[in-house]
């Protein structure tokens, strides 16, 4: 079915890891999103992507890096998993620049241990 | 800079009663507002958006919500609740031209419930 799918859907780690978390969208759409979703702040952007291999950074970045070789892929990862990064991350996508509407997928709940 | 105002983190109403969600902007340049909804584990999905033109929109399920530029305003509105609106619901802000959603803002998010 076409969507947006990440995965894990949840996901345990311990401080000083590496995890990537990954996002997978079959529209084609030349935008692509990382967000992630605390109480009390709402989403905040960490980073975002035009097309494949035009990444730029976000509200939040610092700790995480991003990829995006092909269009339809666009992971996410912690170098260095640290506490405060447990959170909820949500991956998007949308069609163009002008606010066409972003596409969600269901969510990773990271716990960083 | 723009900036978006829940609020009122939780709304709690009864089942066919006035739904009533709150949001406020600040923005020095006209712009596009959006409400998206969140049910339970699952990610956000856009019930409705503004960005020129009719002030007052229509979205899925029921809802609407009208721009108020004196007011600086965006309230979400059903005129009667169904249970499946428990979700949490969140205002979002972006500035216009050429600005698309690497700029958009989100509020906190309200959280309602339904009484039956």
């Known amino acids: 079915d076409a969507g947006i799918t990440q995965s894990p859907r949840y996901k345990i780690t311990e401080t000083g890891r590496q995890v990537t978390l990954m996002c997978h969208q079959t529209w084609s759409h030349s935008y692509m999103f990382w967000y992630r979703q605390d109480l009390g702040h709402g989403l905040r952007l960490i980073y975002y992507s035009a097309a494949a291999d035009i990444t730029d950074k976000g509200e939040v970045p610092d700790g995480y890096v991003v990829s995006r070789s092909k269009t339809e892929n666009f992971p996410l990862t912690l170098e260095s998993a640290t506490r405060s990064q447990t959170s909820v991350y949500f991956c998007a996508s949308s069609e163009s620049i002008t606010p066409s509407p972003l596409h969600f997928g269901n969510g990773t709940r990271l716990t960083v241990t | 800079a723009q900036s978006v105002t829940q609020l009122g983190s939780h709304v709690s109403v009864s089942e066919g009663a006035l739904v009533l969600l709150r949001c406020n902007y600040s923005?020095?340049?006209?712009?596009?507002l959006f409400w998206y909804v969140q049910y339970p584990n699952q990610g956000l999905q856009l019930l409705l958006k503004y960005t020129t033109g009719a002030t007052l929109v229509k979205g899925i399920n029921g809802f609407e919500a009208e721009f108020k530029k004196s007011e600086t305003s965006f309230h979400l509105t059903k005129p009667s609740a169904h249970m499946s609106d428990a979700a949490e619901y969140f205002c979002?802000?972006?500035?216009?031209?050429?600005?698309?959603?690497?700029?958009?803002?989100f509020g906190t998010g309200t959280r309602l419930t339904i009484i039956p």
């Open positions: 923005s020095s340049v006209p712009p596009y």
């Open positions: 979002a802000v972006t500035i216009n031209p050429n600005f698309g959603n690497e700029k958009l803002t």
